[in-house]
């Protein structure tokens, strides 16, 4: 079957049909990289600051 | 359900019961690594801390195992209770095809367009279809859990032949990046000289900075799988910084460089 590329305003008027047909979906939009990213270095800072404490606390009463 | 907008324009979604089955498989799939990541760890440990401090080290070996298993444990029962928190997202994804252009939307990530015009390649993999273009950070998967997959497949097929991937050269591609981020980290801590111990930090944040812009560029990959990614390799990346802390400020000295 042979193809033929369409025409830039032929293509531009599919795409934005093609978009149409994909509702954007439901509910509260997802959180960006950003705040994926500084949520989780501060929960990665929390972790090691519990577990150092953890640490310190075992040295504590082993010793 | 399939949608069908309109003739020529057609939509597809996951099957919502293959989402549990395959979730599980791929939490078990890591399970053996996790294990051969802790393992390896441990015995590194306690090579180190038996060459300095004799073999009292030993002693506290069967604790920190049951340390290990219990930690592993939790973190198994808490990743398999929070699996169905993937369902949303899953049924959230939309595959549309025209005769000219391929889109998919997922709730979580930006949308992807490819033009039939600008497809390089489709590789059949095992888990579906891959959709490449000249971008390589612009990729649209085709999971073999959409609901009419054989026809989408058929259909993606009249816009180019199907391809085996060439996955020789993408496994060397990744056993040679793995090797030389883990290589350098591990040099990094473990080199008696500093100097040495530098360079390798200085390789380390090489890749760990070329694996970050990689990880920014590519386009359809989920924003909590990216960050995390991130969060990693800006961790490892520190392994120089705290081994200068450690020589300059703490004055502590590797125990083979005696």
């Keep these: 079957?042979?193809?033929?590329?369409?025409?830039?305003?032929?293509?531009?008027?599919?795409?934005?049909?093609?978009?149409?047909?994909?509702?954007?979906?439901?509910?509260?939009?997802?959180?960006?990289?950003?705040?994926?990213?500084?949520k989780g270095a501060l929960r990665g800072v929390l972790l090691w600051l519990l577990l150092i404490l953890v640490f310190l606390a075992a040295w504590y009463f082993l010793n | 359900m399939t949608d069908t907008p309109r003739e020529d324009i057609r939509?597809?979604?996951?099957?919502?019961?293959?989402?549990?089955?395959?979730?599980?498989?791929r939490l078990y799939k890591r399970l053996p690594w996790l294990v051969l990541a802790i393992g390896v760890g441990v015995l590194v440990q306690y090579a180190v801390l038996s060459r300095s401090q004799g073999e009292g080290t030993m002693s506290t070996l069967p604790l920190l195992v049951a340390i290990v298993v219990l930690a592993a444990g939790f973190g198994v029962f808490r990743?398999?209770?929070?699996?169905?928190?993937?369902?949303?997202?899953?049924?959230?994804?939309?595959?549309?095809?025209?005769?000219?252009?391929?889109?998919?939307?997922?709730?979580?990530?930006?949308?992807?367009?490819?033009?039939?015009?600008?497809?390089?390649?489709?590789?059949?993999?095992?888990e579906g279809l891959r959709v490449l273009t000249p971008d390589r950070h612009r990729v649209i998967f085709v999971p073999a859990q959409l609901i009419?997959?054989?026809?989408?497949?058929?259909?993606?097929?009249?816009?180019?032949?199907?391809?085996?991937?060439?996955?020789?050269?993408?496994?060397?591609?990744?056993?040679?990046w793995s090797t030389l981020l883990l290589g350098s980290w591990l040099a990094t801590g473990l080199l008696a000289d500093l100097t040495?111990?530098?360079?390798?930090?200085?390789?380390?944040?090489?890749?760990?900075?070329?694996?970050?812009?990689?990880?920014?560029?590519?386009?359809?990959?989920?924003?909590?799988?990216?960050?995390?990614?991130?969060?990693?390799?800006a961790f490892l990346m520190l392994a120089p910084f705290a081994r200068l802390a450690l020589h300059f400020l703490f004055h502590v000295e590797l125990p083979w460089s005696r």
């Design chain 2, 196 to 233: 040495w111990a530098m360079l390798a930090g200085a390789v380390l944040l090489l890749v760990g900075a070329l694996g970050i812009r990689e990880m920014l560029k590519v386009q359809g990959y989920d924003n909590k799988v990216k960050a995390s990614t991130i969060r990693g390799l």
């Design chain 2, 79 to 126: 990743a398999h209770s929070k699996l169905k928190q993937g369902l949303p997202i899953w049924e959230s994804y939309r595959l549309t095809i025209s005769e000219n252009v391929l889109r998919r939307v997922v709730s979580n990530q930006a949308a992807v367009e490819v033009l039939r015009s600008e497809v390089t390649a489709i590789t059949n993999i095992p």
């Design chain 2, 148 to 176: 009419d997959f054989t026809e989408l497949r058929e259909r993606l097929s009249s816009w180019r032949a199907l391809e085996a991937p060439k996955l020789a050269r993408a496994r060397a591609l990744s056993v040679a």
């Design chain 2, 11 to 25: 939509t597809y979604r996951l099957d919502p019961g293959a989402f549990l089955p395959l979730a599980k498989r």
């Design chain 1, 1 to 38: 079957m042979s193809w033929t590329p369409p025409s830039p305003e032929d293509l531009q008027r599919e795409l934005e049909r093609v978009r149409a047909a994909q509702p954007v979906a439901p509910g509260k939009p997802a959180p960006s990289l950003r705040e994926h990213l500084i």
